[in-house]
């Protein structure tokens, strides 16, 4: 796709708060490129209309240039039509009382109509992120809604547990984050994921040296570094009483930016993608894996070493993305 033409980004959830810090950086650039027009397509549910114009008042008076227009919609046809990217945000959020299977059957009723708009509606080569939690099986579902729509183009955001996996090892290394490369998240966007730093490396002046080499730690390494990053999410709503918002929206827009840009030669992030076998996990769900990527396709990372503390705990958010699969597709029969 040239700089020329058009693109059609689709942001759900769009009146939420992820969404008021991710659409700017979406017209700012940050994600498709500085020279990349595009039509923001906002979709939230009619409760949240005229907030959601407020927001576009907003867009508007940011007087940037590559807004080409902005539709404002309820309607999934409308909003997926001719989609190039799908950015899917918006989800039931927990209330109190509610029990996990309320949220399941919630959810997946959102992502069946979704996942189904987008098989019927959307371009054939659209490229699919879910946010909306629980976001691996939200993503499973959008995807198998969408048999029209290859497997590999559904992806789901680990990208902010990678970040946070790299800021805790540059704040504990005192070294700058963008020196600290190859972490890697496994498995769940949730509290059971595998943050993993072991083929990880700092760039020091004198050279790339392996984490462990400049966090001489394993104690910390194999536990409060495990621990700190698959409680943030949790630690961030118990402090803020609103989950994650402005690093949410961050690792969204390095998600996709890197899906279509690509990763540096060598480098790999860390992505919910189908799973393929690799490392044990059987095709069937979406799995965070290291990848590398390149023209717009991804690339599990092959052949890393995995020890049993690591298999443990591969195995264990394996487990639960199995048991969530089997409680949230009982509704989408
Ligand atoms: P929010 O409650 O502020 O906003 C959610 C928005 O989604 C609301 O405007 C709501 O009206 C809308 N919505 C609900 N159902 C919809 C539907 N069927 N179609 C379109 N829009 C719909 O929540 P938020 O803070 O923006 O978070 C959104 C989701 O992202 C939550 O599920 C949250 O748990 C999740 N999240 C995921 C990650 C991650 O790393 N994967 C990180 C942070 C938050
Ligand atoms: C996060 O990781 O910050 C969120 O997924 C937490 C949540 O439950 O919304």
Redesign the pocket.
């Known amino acids: 796709m040239s700089n020329s033409e058009i693109v059609n980004v689709v942001i759900?959830?769009?009146?939420?708060?992820?969404?008021?810090s991710l659409i700017f950086n979406v017209i700012k650039g940050d994600m498709f490129g500085n020279d990349q027009k595009i039509k923001l397509v906002l979709?939230?549910?009619p409760?949240?209309i005229d907030?959601?114009r407020g927001v576009v008042m907003e867009i508007e008076d940011c007087a940037y240039p590559l807004v080409s227009s902005i539709v404002c919609t309820?309607d999934?046809k409308e909003a997926f039509t001719d989609a190039h990217y799908a950015i899917?945000?918006?989800?039931?959020?927990?209330r109190d009382g509610m029990e996990r299977s309320d949220l399941l059957k919630a959810?997946a009723?959102?992502f069946k109509?979704?996942g189904k708009a987008i098989n019927d509606y959307a371009n054939k080569n659209v490229k699919v992120l879910?946010?909306?939690?629980?976001?691996n099986t939200?993503a499973l579902i959008a995807s198998t809604c969408a048999p029209n729509i290859p497997k590999e183009n559904f992806s789901?955001?680990?990208?902010?547990?990678h970040n946070r996996a790299k800021a805790q090892i540059a704040l504990k290394a005192n070294v700058n984050v963008k020196d600290v490369h190859n972490v890697i998240i496994w498995g769940n966007?949730s509290s059971t994921q595998y943050p993993d730093s072991r083929c990880g490396y700092i760039n020091l002046p004198t050279g790339k040296t392996p984490i462990s080499n400049v966090i001489k730690n394993d104690q910390w390494l194999q536990g409060e570094f495990i621990t700190t990053v698959q409680k943030r999410?949790a630690a961030i709503i118990s402090a803020r009483k609103?989950?994650?918002?402005a690093?949410?929206a961050k690792?969204?827009t390095d998600h996709m930016h890197d899906w279509v840009f690509g990763t540096p030669e060598g480098e790999y992030v860390s992505m919910?993608v189908p799973s393929d076998g690799s490392y044990g996990i059987p095709e069937g769900i979406i799995f965070s894996f290291p990848v590398t990527i390149k023209n717009g396709k991804y690339t599990i990372v092959q052949g890393l070493p995995i020890d049993p503390f690591s298999r443990a705990l591969i195995d264990s958010t394996h487990s639960e993305l199995i048991q969530e699969k089997t409680s949230a597709f009982q509704f989408i029969e």
């Open positions: 759900t959830g769009a009146a939420g708060q992820i969404a008021y979709l939230d549910i409760a949240m907030g959601l309820t999934v899917l945000v918006g989800a039931m959020p927990r959810n009723a959102i109509v979704q879910v946010v909306g939690n629980p976001a939200n789901c955001l680990t990208r902010l547990d966007h999410g609103l989950s994650s918002a690093s949410a690792a969204i919910g």
